[in-house]
């Protein structure tokens, strides 16, 4: 099978020759510069260049996000921070020697006529900067690889994740609250500013995945009520979904960090068919949700943690996950980026061992 045979048959549950051995997530900067101290060999230029993994799904590199992109702007800068502008408008400060969660200070919405001003200036769906660029021939290529092809992505296409860079976190939970026709607006309008590019793009090339990135859980579970998802988010799903099955596209697919579990069945509901990265720190059990959820296809759930322990931990870790792995329509995968305490030796383990237990290598 293909690479794209392979993955859509998996999230689908249909018949597959094994299932799919991705390394979708990387490691951290610091990790990385922790392997090359190791011994990691200087062929390894990648954190997936040495086991010959299958393609993950392929993003088309077109503008769904603010166009033109607010200008990178440092604001203040230091030894340890620097204060800067994003491509979103938001002012964050981060740490200059590694990864950490960066410090948002400000938004860029913060009434209804900021929300307007920022629409016409940068949210029109028509837009030709949005379709610029050597995308048809670059999705040619994945084609001709037998790699699936992805429209939207982190952290630019997202239906809860636009609203939290537009108003902030806090700012935007409120205004469900406060000003939900607002809410309505801005859901309403990256909906229609998704589907404009995407319809651009599926007239031109073959989609096999339609991402949306949410990162709308934490350990507690949902930001907002299973409630308030069926009211404000599930009309602009609904249509996502049936551009979906206007074009053939078999896989929607969903990234929220966290616990996703109450919010489910409403991502079910309207489509969803393929939820990652099942943060086990969070809750999120894969083994749970596919007796819970036989329908919806997984990605992740294997433990970053364990990596940092010892080989007796990882194979533990992969013990636990394999039942789900046994039932189909899960991609074994770490539940998130590879963090700086996890030693060469292991990585490489882990790796191995993932490799042998499926696909015998």
Not at 32 to 37: C, G, I, N, S, V
């Amino acid at each position: 099978m293909t690479d794209r045979e392979r993955f859509i048959n998996c999230v689908l549950g249909e018949p597959v020759d094994r299932p799919p051995y991705m390394l979708f997530w990387g490691p951290w900067g610091r990790a990385w510069q922790r392997w090359e101290r190791e011994g990691k060999p200087e062929e390894v230029t990648d954190h997936r260049s040495f086991q010959d993994p299958d393609a993950p799904p392929m993003t088309v590199p077109v503008a769904y996000g603010p166009c033109p992109r607010y200008e990178h702007r440092i604001v203040q800068e230091d030894e340890d921070y620097v204060v800067h502008t994003d491509h979103w408008g938001i002012v964050r400060k981060d740490y200059k020697h590694g990864e950490s969660m960066p410090h948002f200070l400000e938004f860029p919405v913060k009434s209804r006529r900021d929300w307007e001003e920022y629409r016409e200036r940068h949210l029109d769906p028509d837009a030709p900067q949005r379709l610029e660029g050597n995308w048809r021939e670059v999705c040619r290529q994945w084609t001709d690889q037998g790699a699936p092809i992805q429209l939207g992505n982190f952290p630019d296409v997202g239906i809860f994740g636009s609203l939290r860079w537009l108003l902030g976190d806090e700012e935007c939970l409120i205004a469900f609250h406060t000003d939900p026709g607002l809410v309505h607006e801005i859901m309403d309008h990256m909906t229609g500013l998704y589907l404009t590019v995407f319809r651009a793009v599926a007239a031109e090339v073959r989609v096999d995945v339609v991402h949306i990135w949410e990162d709308m859980c934490g350990r507690q579970g949902s930001l907002i009520s299973p409630t308030h998802w069926r009211e404000f988010m599930g009309p602009c799903y609904r249509r996502i979904k049936a551009f979906c099955d206007e074009h053939s596209i078999p896989v929607l697919s969903v990234d929220t960090d966290g616990q996703p579990i109450d919010i489910t069945p409403c991502m079910i509901a309207v489509g969803v068919n393929y939820l990652w990265p099942m943060e086990v720190a969070a809750g999120a059990d894969v083994n749970e949700f596919r007796s819970k959820f036989p329908e919806l296809a997984l990605m992740g759930g294997i433990d970053k943690r364990a990596l940092a322990k010892d080989t007796a931990a990882i194979d533990a870790e992969l013990d636990r996950v394999w039942p789900a792995v046994e039932k189909g329509r899960y991609i074994p995968e770490l539940d998130h980026g590879v963090p700086d305490d996890v030693p060469w030796s292991n990585y490489k383990y882990y790796t191995d061992e993932l490799s042998r237990r499926i696909r015998g290598r």
